[in-house]
């Protein structure tokens, strides 16, 4: 267990509708990173909040947004929902590396979403 | 964020010594080397992190040459659980690099 916390595990929908995804980051990170990963295709940068407030951009499409609230989990909000928008979604916070001392990223165990 | 260069995909059999080269010519002074490993609908798994030299842990070692512009993951006598995409990454999210952009990685599959 990462102690990142991702619901739901799945989600099957239809076009056009939106939806929601939920991150808790591990307890005292303040970093959430969302990632989206396509079939067969890569980790695709999407957002980044820190503490609140929102730190960098990736390719996020404008119908999807996010957050980052007060209590540090976050939601991303995806909607017009198109059928290439079927993925899995990462969530991920940064912690410590005992022996570099550097940040590294865990990851919760994604959610899939399915649209049909 | 540095661009990194793996192979795609890689095959060895089992109880062999696996390594996976990156390449990450444009490396900046406060970049750490980053490797994450993911099975099939999980999500990425920290491996190892390293800045210089060598770094070993109790999976993994990864050698950087004096230059920085590669590293090299070693996997000690691979088992078939340890198929999955390895994944390089160059930056440090502590020094503003917070567009944390993975590459294709390296399909490593294991062979009985």
């Known amino acids: 267990d990462s102690g990142v916390t991702q619901t739901p595990k799945h989600l099957i929908t239809a076009t056009g509708q939106r939806v929601t995804l939920r991150c808790s980051p591990r307890s005292g990170d303040l970093s959430v990173y969302w990632y989206q990963q396509s079939l067969d295709q890569g980790l695709q940068f999407l957002i980044h909040y820190y503490n609140g407030e929102e730190r960098a951009k990736g390719n996020i499409l404008e119908r999807f947004s996010a957050q980052q609230f007060p209590d540090l989990h976050s939601e991303l909000n995806l909607s017009s929902l198109e059928l290439g928008d079927s993925a899995l979604y990462f969530c991920a916070s940064s912690v410590e590396d005992s022996t570099s001392g550097a940040n590294v990223l865990t990851f919760g165990a994604g959610s899939r979403l399915t649209v049909l | 964020l540095a661009k990194t260069t793996q192979p795609i995909s890689m095959d060895s059999y089992e109880g062999q010594e696996v390594n996976i080269t990156c390449s990450h010519n444009?490396?900046?002074?406060?970049?750490?080397i980053t490797w994450y490993q993911q099975f099939p609908s999980q999500g990425p798994r920290f491996i190892i992190q390293?800045?210089?030299t060598k770094v070993t842990n109790e999976v993994a070692s990864l050698f950087i040459p004096a230059d920085r512009k590669s590293s090299t993951l070693s996997l000690p006598r691979v088992s078939l659980s340890d198929t999955a995409v390895y994944y390089c990454l160059v930056g440090d999210i502590g020094f503003g690099n917070e567009k944390l952009t993975f590459g294709t990685g390296t399909r490593l599959t294991i062979i009985p």
């Open positions: 444009n490396i900046a002074t406060n970049d750490y």
């Open positions: 390293g800045y210089k």
